[in-house]
Structures are given as C-alpha cells and as structure tokens.
C-alpha cells in the first residue's frame, strides 16, 4: 500500500482541480463530502455508483431489493454530479452521499458517520484505502457486474504488489461472464461468481415508450451516436454530410458521454452544418427543422435511442472500449459498433454472433453501412429483432444475484 499512497499523493493536484472544478460546475456540489465530512447517516445498505451509467444500471436491483425488504435504509455514493443528480431522480427515498476521494484521512472521516454492514460496489470500481478501512470496519463487501478486460488485467499484473492485496479484500465479486471471472480468480480474488449482467435486466421506462419519440419525427431516416467521445463525432459528422447526399433530410442526433462536451460537440456540428439544435434548447416537434440534434441531456439515452432506425455505440471508434449495447438492443434497434469494443467484449461478441449488431472497423466502413441501412427498412428491422431476443434471452441476473447475496 505504501506505493499506492505515494502515487495519490502525487495525483492530489489532478483531484483538487477536479473537485474545484465540479464546485464551479454544479452550484449543488457538496465538495465537503469528498474530503470525508459526511453527515451522519445509517443505512442497512450501501451501494457505490460511480456515475450516471451506474446508477441507471443498478435500478433492476435496487427495486426488487426494496420490494424484498420495504423497510429498509439505502445509502447511495456517487463520484460525480451528475451521477447524484440520477440518484435524486431515480431513487428519491435513498440517502445520497459523495464518495470520499481515496485519501486515507478522508475515507476514516466519512466511515466514522456511517453505520452500515454491506457495501456493494457495482462494476470494478475498486479503490485501495476505501476497501482496506471497509474491511477493517466489518463491512461485507460485493463487487456486482464485475468486468475485468484482458487489457486492464495485463495493466494490474503489471503491479501485483498492489493489485494482487486489493483484489482479496472483496468478499466476492460476481462477475459478467466466465471470462472476467478466470482474471479475477488469477488476480488473487477470494470468491468469484458469474451471474451475468444486471443490465439485461434493464426494463425500459414506460414513459420512453409513451413518449414515443420515433413517431414524433416522421418518415425521415434517424440515426444516433450515443456516447460518443472525443474524435468520433468529428467521424459521425463526416459520414452524415455524406448521408445528406443520399438523404437529405436524415437528422443525426448526437449524444457525447460527458456533459462538460456538450458545447465544443455543438460547435463542431456547426462548421459543417447550419441548422444545428441542441436537445435542451429545442422542443421534439422542432426537430425537424434541424440536420443535427446535440443530447445535452442526462438519463435520457433511451428516449434517444428509441428515437433512431440506427444507434451506433459510442466508445468503439476509438481505443475508449466502447459503452453497453444493450439499451438498444432492449428497444430492437439497429445497433453498430467499431472496433473497439473490449468493455463489454462478452456481450458484443454474443451479439454479433446472432446477427443483433454490425462491426464496423473503421469511419469509412461505418459510412457504407450507415448508408445501406439507410435504404433498408427490413434488414434494420432484422438486426434490431435479433438484438432483443438476445437481451431478452439473458435476463435473469439480478434474480441470481438476489439469491447469492445476504442482503438482510
């Protein structure tokens, strides 16, 4: 550990900026949390969401927890703003607290407010300090849809001094599929289980249904980025001029991944495009008026993807991993994915092999496809109906994690 403490202590800059930043960012923002200054707080549960994704991806458990036990407390930390912006909407009956940043002072001062046995930490979020003082306080600690990357697992053997203690400290970490679980065991972890993806047990909100977004915006061929990172859009803008040509009324609905792009991804439509919106500015029956749309909306990815004939997957253009298929997949959408897909390797290898998305390796390859789609009502109709009986055929992982777990 003696390591890991020199390395945050180097990296204490870096945090501060980012702390600082979120203070000016979101008036809400208690940065006081982040240094450990919690106000007291009991709960008979604590679940750690790093972000928005997290906190969207745990509701299916949460709710059948909560129908399991009624009367009893939940504790939600998140890393960032927004992600405690998704908790006050998504669960307005939990308690919500910042996590601390992983100074050990900072971690003992919150966990000297809580008073709580079970901490559930959801995907690999996995902080040293805060899992060696959890520990040390008796709590019981799961790591639930555990993802461990042939690539990140390269990254930790690399440092087995600290990773290989780290990955002891959890109770158990239930994993993704079998082959995150193999890395786990070889990693030194205690107890490994694969219970699959809670995420396929995401039910879309009805309100995406009722909202019906698709039917608002007519004939005209949709297609969305959801996700996207710096480096793709400028691709996906590229490719839909060319669309335009063929189709000059298809609208492109961009959705960046962090909010604090929302503008530079409006400015970069802007050079190529004149009639560009962004989501908060205009309302649904405007759209139409517009070749580009900007989501600069939080927790909506569905009604945007519920809104395309196509959704490319962000993150996969370039080496960021790409994002979770599966919202697309449960709405039966078109789904398009780049090369670089090894955060959900498991799952989009299983998808593409039942012909429920498309690889595509680089932006000119994405351009054919995107344009040949277009032109296809039924093979898109195809593809998306492939993809939602592959959803729906993995259902069933947070009964299984229900019945592993004590969550008494």
Not at 49 to 66: F, H, K, M, N, Y
Request: hydrophobic content about 40%; overall charge positive.
């Amino acid at each position: 550990m003696w390591l890991y403490r020199i390395l945050i202590g180097l990296f204490t800059p870096l945090v501060l900026l980012k702390i600082r930043r979120f203070k000016k960012d979101y008036v809400n923002y208690r940065a006081k949390e982040a240094f450990g200054f919690w106000s007291p707080v009991e709960a008979d549960l604590w679940v750690h969401c790093a972000s928005v994704g997290e906190v969207l991806a745990v509701r299916p458990l949460v709710t059948q927890w909560q129908e399991k036990f009624p009367t009893h407390r939940l504790l939600i930390t998140t890393m960032t703003p927004t992600g405690a912006e998704q908790v006050a909407k998504t669960f307005p009956f939990a308690e919500h607290r910042y996590l601390p940043m992983d100074w050990r002072s900072s971690v003992k001062r919150a966990l000297k407010k809580l008073s709580c046995k079970h901490l559930l930490i959801v995907e690999t979020e996995l902080w040293p300090n805060l899992l060696q003082l959890s520990k040390q306080r008796g709590l019981r600690i799961d790591v639930l849809n555990a993802r461990l990357s042939d690539r990140s697992f390269q990254r930790y053997q690399k440092f087995s001094t600290i990773s290989r203690p780290l990955f002891a400290l959890p109770d158990c970490f239930l994993a993704h599929a079998q082959a995150d679980a193999t890395r786990f065991e070889a990693m030194g972890a205690k107890r490994v289980l694969v219970t699959g993806s809670i995420k396929f047990d995401l039910a879309v909100p009805p309100e995406v249904f009722q909202a019906n977004w698709r039917s608002q915006l007519g004939p005209r061929f949709v297609w969305v980025g959801g996700s996207t990172h710096q480096g793709e859009d400028e691709m996906l803008l590229r490719i839909h001029k060319s669309l335009q040509q063929k189709y000059p009324d298809a609208l492109l609905i961009l959705v960046p991944r962090h909010p604090e792009r929302f503008e530079a991804v409006k400015a970069s439509a802007m050079q190529s495009f004149e009639r560009v919106a962004l989501r908060s500015q205009t309302e649904l029956d405007q759209w139409d008026k517009f070749d580009v749309v900007i989501g600069d909306s939080m927790g909506e990815l569905m009604y945007y993807y519920q809104a395309s004939d196509i959704a490319f997957v962000g993150g996969s253009l370039i080496k960021r991993g790409g994002h979770n298929p599966i919202e697309p997949a449960l709405l039966g959408k078109a789904i398009i994915v780049g090369p670089y897909t090894f955060n959900f390797l498991d799952i989009t290898e299983q998808l593409l092999q039942v012909n429920g998305a498309i690889r595509c390796q680089d932006e000119t390859q994405l351009e054919k496809v995107v344009i040949d789609l277009a032109g296809q009502s039924s093979q898109r109709f195809r593809l998306g109906q492939s993809a939602l009986r592959f959803a729906e055929k993995n259902q069933g992982a947070v009964t299984r994690v229900l019945s592993e777990i004590d969550f008494r």
